[in-house]
């Protein structure tokens, strides 16, 4: 049913529908989910709404077949604005928004300073309301991944940075790509994308 759902998606012209949901204090965050967005614009076809919690509503993450959620680290967790939006707008949603793909990114004041464990808070947010997460093996640079997501002290300035920050995109397209459109060539294992630097 689902890859007839897909099939049918395409036909009309209409494909994955990815949003870059964020918050950001000093812009750091705002300049990964613009890097994230692009990312996810590299796979042909989808549609990417990138918005900040304080513009987002409900119907946004309705919408969407797929979410990267980015905040960011504040005393090792996730900032209580992204908590709040998902407090305070979306209690209603819970149990009816089952099955959406997600993933997460932050920034840090350093390296060290808690970024991977506000990407799993987000992750955390996201499988309560029944989000399915993910983690991705590659690597963008010698010694740089992203297992548990995108990650950086400050904003994204180096080659590898950005690319973390694509490359989350990316990953998320590609499997509202392939799990909700069934465009199984878009799968990263077959797709022919370069996944690691080497």
Known sequence: MLVFAGALRHLMGTMGKILVLYFSKSGNTAKMAAE?????R???GTEVRLRSVAEAGVEDVQWCDGIALGSPTNMGTVAWEMKQFWDVKMPDSWG???????CAFSSQGGWG????????ALQTILMNFGF???GLPDYVAHQFTLHYGATLA?????????EACRRLGQRLAEWV???VDGRRDQHPLTSGRK???W
Do not use: M, N, S
């Open 177 to 179: 790509a392939v799990c």
């Open 96 to 102: 009816k928004i089952d099955g959406k793909l997600g």
């Open 113 to 120: 300073g808690g970024a991977e464990l506000t990407c799993q």
């Open 195 to 197: 996944r690691f630097p």
């Open 36 to 40: 994230v967005a692009e990312g996810a």
């Open 154 to 162: 400050g904003e994204p300035r180096e080659e590898r940075e950005v």
């Open 42 to 44: 590299r796979i042909e």
């Open 132 to 134: 399915l997460v993910f």
